[in-house]
């Protein structure tokens, strides 16, 4: 794997997150009680072997600065190689125009003339999956391919993901966006693998509509380029708004989903916090939960994802929800189809709740 680089985008962001993303990208959104949403691609690609990521940074930068540091976390704070920060640019996509754009790869030359790789795993985070890179690679390089599509059959897509079209032969046709929400797709899964000298030629023929997403260019030249697709068949899920964030955690309380996202041989990486287990009191009563470390509880959770360092105290209901870390759900309090964003604090008493199809989103702000 000493020929592939990564490369990931956290350039984009969406009004379809709400309160969400006020003051963070899609990529630094907490996730599964204890991680990101960019601990998924960047983990894809340290359990691949990948030792040198380019990460191109939204304006609101912070956040995932923080959460990943010098890389260390993720074995990339090293003397060769590493983790790159590459500056995007100071507006980014939102999800119904693109995720990848020509003009963020343009303004980052040098990470694609100077850093040492043949070819290169394009991805973002906005889809959760766990895969090793070298069976792509494999199929790659048997196909002699210049360009490989990582893919999900009969998915469900949104607005600004991206479909394949095959002919009756199986060869990719076109790529085409969503401009609504469809089942049964082809799903790009916005994983890629590309020859760094196709890269280069793209970014070179596009160097003048640098407000085109890459994926774009690439179906605009289809035909000319070799282009192999690599079918996933195991758990992926695209996160493109807050309902679809509320449905996937939820099926992370499946014990399947679990073990194939986090209990198998390749690790999700994320920022080492250290800290107590969990505390039970025997007030406590919890069903079908996932509860992080340094939490407190006292009270009842059903069905939910309670992050690190929460308090829950005696005679709060919590029900279909997310509790995103450090937050204090205080005495008798009811939450229910609800997100509280991080360090939060529910007063005693106190009710939030929304629907299935429309889940509060409760925040300091």
């Not at 790159?84 to 963020?104: A, E, M, N, W």
């Not at 210049?146 to 046709?173: H, M, P, S, W």
Request: glycine share 8%; net charge positive.
């Amino acid at each position: 794997m000493e020929k592939l680089a990564g490369l990931i985008s956290t350039n984009y962001n969406s009004t379809k997150f709400g309160k969400l993303t006020a003051h963070r990208p899609i990529a630094a959104i907490p996730f599964g009680s204890r991680y990101r949403m960019i601990d998924f691609p960047l983990s894809n690609m340290v359990n691949s072997g990948i030792t040198q990521v380019g990460l191109i940074t939204p304006h609101i930068y912070r956040s995932i600065m923080d959460h990943l540091g010098s890389g260390k976390d993720f074995g990339l704070s090293r003397k060769n190689g590493g983790l790159f920060i590459l500056p995007g640019s100071t507006y980014g996509y939102d999800l119904g125009k693109g995720k990848f754009s020509i003009r963020d790869c343009c303004g980052n030359m040098q990470f694609f003339t100077k850093t040492k790789f043949d070819r290169l795993v394009l991805s973002t985070c906005s889809k959760i999956y766990n895969i090793d890179f070298r069976d792509v690679e494999k199929v790659h390089i048997e196909k002699d391919a210049n360009i490989t599509f990582i893919y999900q059959k009969d998915a469900t897509g949104d607005e600004g993901d991206c479909a394949l079209d095959f002919d009756e032969r199986g060869k990719v046709k076109g790529v085409r966006r969503l401009k609504r929400k469809e089942k049964k797709v082809n799903l790009y899964l916005d994983g890629t693998i590309i020859e760094k000298n196709a890269m280069v030629k793209i970014l070179d023929w596009y160097k003048d509509y640098s407000y085109m997403d890459v994926m774009d260019a690439i179906a605009e030249n289809i035909n000319r380029f070799s282009i192999a697709t690599y079918e996933f068949k195991g758990f992926a899920r695209a996160i493109s708004s807050v309902q679809d964030y509320m449905e996937v955690s939820k099926e992370l309380l499946d014990e399947n989903v679990m073990r194939e996202l986090f209990m198998g041989d390749r690790l999700i990486h994320t920022k080492i916090h250290d800290a107590p287990p969990v505390k039970y009191f025997d007030t406590a009563k919890v069903k079908n939960a996932l509860v992080g470390t340094g939490s407190i509880i006292k009270g009842q959770i059903e069905n939910s994802i309670i992050f690190r360092d929460v308090v829950i105290e005696d005679g709060a209901k919590i029900k279909n929800a997310v509790i995103m870390q450090k937050c204090h759900i205080g005495k008798k309090a009811v939450i229910e189809n609800a997100i509280i964003e991080k360090a939060v604090v529910i007063d005693e008493g106190e009710v939030h709740k929304g629907t299935d199809k429309k889940p509060a989103i409760i925040s300091n702000d």
